[in-house]
């Protein structure tokens, strides 16, 4: 009598809302949902911004497909009941805008199953101003017992073009965002990870979309998407017999039938995306401007320039050592000290990476006075104090394992499994919840002065077993992201402003989800400078330059000028011994350091155009434009150029071309000639736009930085 009940009113509900258009649009896109017949949800239109009147009711794609019904194609949710039905046939029982933010407009749509009391609510944040839109899900439901979720999309798109190009990234630790392009074609293409943590190790949780031909930075239609979750993923691009495109995003089905309480929600992570019609790098300034204001912590503030001591003394350091690097943070001119990996452990002290993980204590040995003496030490010298942590991981060889062998990731019956010679924490236990959070929490609450977190997270899940969970082991890779996320608001509610960079094992966690927590990201261990052009430009399609932190280091052989250009296009830090530097080379970087902090804004909160790409190139050349478009900042590198190569000038974006600019070369070597033959001159933004700057000479490892600024 309920199921028949609650069917005759969802269908009435649903006779009424048929035919109606959702409009989700933001200043330049538009997203149109249709309801049908029966209170299907349908999505008619995604592209430019259109009037919904001009659209046509589309009735022929599912928005959000569900498995087990009619549909013949990878569903977006799939769930199998309590009483054993694998089925589910979602209607719309309501829906609404809230547009109380004048710039958000949160479209929620609740469907629901006319037979099973299953709910799934469909969220659609429009971004109007910064172009962008994300889309993530609710699941619950009032069974009587647990039901499987096995698909759970955040988002599903469709697409009916002539051609779809895909652009990703893949790689490894030290050779991140490797790009590679491909056409899809018939079936089913995967993105995905399984590891748990670090998720962008091998493949990145984000993609360009190209429709009807490839694109450039500045021509062609292109989706960029990119999720925001931390933990394994699934990004699926499938084309039909009809050749539709259906992308799907999310967290990663594999391993992951999840187990629903009644009464509980399952919430999917956002799926991020916009759509330009001009090409990537509109698409690029959208995702920026979005991510300044709403997807990382305090995106619009300053960033601290720092020196790390890790290249100069690894583990091996004492108060003394640490007290001369503070004196040459000050003298290089960096606003922060960052002491990394190595000061912790007492029973098992961390002078390697083979103990101490969990031992959080300060070392007797090295740091007789503790933390509380480097505080004091560094403010005497007028430098802030910054440390390294990686509260999620565990040594087999601490106080920590031999006390709580049970808050450990790892399979029963089985050896165990190490990478970096370390474990996994079990942050779905509470207890372990607690232990992070108190871990981090009073490091911060009894050492005020510090004023910089690195958290590190060095290894992926093997082996993965949660003690915790007991039979509920499919909910491992979903339930330990959301207790990470679960400690991080805490520790935000507590400690709102306090810095921190978002590491793992290089650029193992580059993703919106965790930023929200995080100024910005270590996004690789690798910091050869050419490499570095590569793996900062494959970053800079999705995440604004103020995220993106580079530092320049001994690694590799460029001249110390090249590695400071490059370090220069992102968040400046130095990993050097300052003490080995020449007169000349502290000079240089002393006065790299001025010029940085006075032009970070322009770079950290411009519009980044990307002027000629490494790829397939000798040469690669960006700049960055101020709002107002009074002030650019232009970078241009040579890499492995050839014998004979043409070196037309790089024509400029971004200005007005009715306004006079003067160019100036900064960050020049000392007793070394501008590359810029311009240098000092003003020309009309119109001229630097069509004709260019001969900012780029022939040598190999030549690096140029240009002011421009208006007359």
């Known amino acids: 009598m309920y199921c028949l009940l609650l069917t005759s009113i969802l269908f009435a509900c649903s006779g009424l809302l048929a035919q109606q258009k959702i409009d989700v649009h933001t200043r330049n896109m538009s997203l149109i949902l249709t309801v049908g017949p029966g209170g299907k949800l349908y999505q008619s239109y995604l592209g430019t911004r259109v009037a919904v009147s001009s659209t046509r009711a589309d009735t022929s794609v599912e928005s959000y497909a569900q498995g087990g019904g009619s549909y013949l194609f990878e569903p977006a949710i799939r769930i199998v009941h309590a009483d054993g039905n694998p089925s589910l046939d979602l209607r719309v029982a309501s829906w609404g805008v809230d547009s109380s933010n004048g710039n958000i407009r949160v479209t929620s749509i609740v469907m629901k199953d006319p037979v099973y009391p299953v709910t799934v609510v469909l969220e659609l944040k429009a971004y109007v101003r910064e172009n962008v839109i994300t889309s993530g899900v609710r699941i619950s439901h009032s069974e009587k017992e647990a039901v499987r979720v096995s698909n759970f999309a955040s988002s599903m798109l469709h697409f009916h073009a002539e051609s779809y190009w895909l652009t990703q990234w893949h790689g490894d630790w030290a050779r991140e965002m490797h790009m590679d392009e491909s056409r899809l074609t018939s079936g ?44 394994s993923f699934q990004l699926l691009f499938e084309v039909d017999e009809k050749d539709r495109l259906s992308v799907l995003a999310g967290m990663n089905p594999y391993a992951s039938d999840y187990v629903l309480d009644p009464g509980k929600t399952l919430k999917t992570p956002e799926f991020i995306f916009t759509y330009s019609d001009e090409g990537r790098g509109r698409a690029s300034r959208s995702l920026h401007d979005w991510a300044r204001s709403y997807g990382v912590l305090d995106g619009k503030g300053p960033r601290m320039t720092l020196l790390n001591n890790w290249e100069s003394t690894q583990f091996e350091f004492n108060e003394q050592k640490l007290d001369t690097l503070f004196s040459e943070t000050r003298k290089l001119g960096a606003d922060m000290f960052l002491l990394d990996d190595g000061w912790f452990g007492n029973k098992y002290p961390r002078n390697n990476d083979h103990t101490s993980l969990g031992d959080w204590q300060e070392n007797r ?16 010298k007028g430098v802030k104090f910054g440390i390294w942590v990686e509260p999620e991981m565990v040594s ?53 002065g510090i004023a910089y977190l690195k ?35 805490r520790l935000r509610a507590k400690h709102p402003a306090v810095p921190m960079m978002l590491c793992s094992g290089g ?17 690789s261990d690798n910091t050869d400078a050419v490499e570095r052009v590569y793996i900062q430009w494959g970053y800079s399609y999705f995440f604004p330059a103020n995220t993106i932190a580079c530092h320049i280091t001994s690694w590799g052989k460029e001249p110390l000028k090249f590695r400071t250009d490059v370090a220069m296009m992102g968040r400046l ?23 940085y902090r006075r032009l970070s804004a322009t770079i950290g909160q411009g519009d980044l155009y990307r002027l000629l790409a490494p790829y397939g190139s000798d040469r690669a050349a960006l700049m960055y434009v101020d709002g107002d478009k009074k002030k650019a900042v232009l970078f241009g590198y040579v890499l492995h150029p050839r014998y004979g190569g043409v070196w037309a000038p790089v024509r400029l974006q971004g200005l007005d071309g009715a306004r006079t600019y003067r160019v100036k070369e900064i960050n020049r070597y000392p007793g070394t000639p501008a590359v810029l033959a311009e240098d000092g001159k003003t020309f009309t933004g119109e001229y630097l736009m069509k004709t260019g700057l001969g900012v780029l000479g022939k040598k190999e490892l030549m690096s140029a930085v240009v002011e421009i600024t208006e007359e």
């Open 188 to 231: 089913i293409k995967i993105i995905d990870s399984k590891l748990g943590t670090r998720s962008d190790m091998y493949q990145t949780p984000a993609f360009l979309l190209s429709l009807n031909g490839e694109s450039t930075e500045e021509t062609g239609e292109v989706l960029a998407g990119t999720l925001g979750w931390s933990g």
């Open 365 to 380: 040995a090295k740091l007789p006075h503790g933390i509380a003496r480097l505080e004091k030490d560094a403010a005497e």
């Open 396 to 448: 087999p060889k601490s106080e920590l394992y031999e006390k709580h062998p049970e808050w450990v990731l790892k399979l029963p019956n089985r050896a165990e499994n190490y990478f970096r010679n370390q474990l996994v924490l079990d942050l779905v236990n509470p207890a372990v919840q607690e232990f992070v959070f108190r871990t981090v929490d009073d490091l911060l609450t009894q050492h005020t």
């Open 455 to 489: 958290w590190d997270c060095n290894r992926m899940m093997t082996n993965a077993y949660s003690p915790y969970l007991g039979s509920r082991q499919s909910n491992l890779y979903i339930d330990y992201v959301a207790g990470l996320y679960a400690v991080l608001d």
């Open 507 to 523: 650029g193992g966690r580059t993703d919106y989800g965790a930023l929200k927590y995080f100024t910005e990201f270590w996004p």
């Open 573 to 595: 830090g130095y990993d050097l011994d300052v003490s080995k530097m020449t007169e000349k080379e502290l000079g240089f970087s002393q006065q790299a350091l001025k010029d």
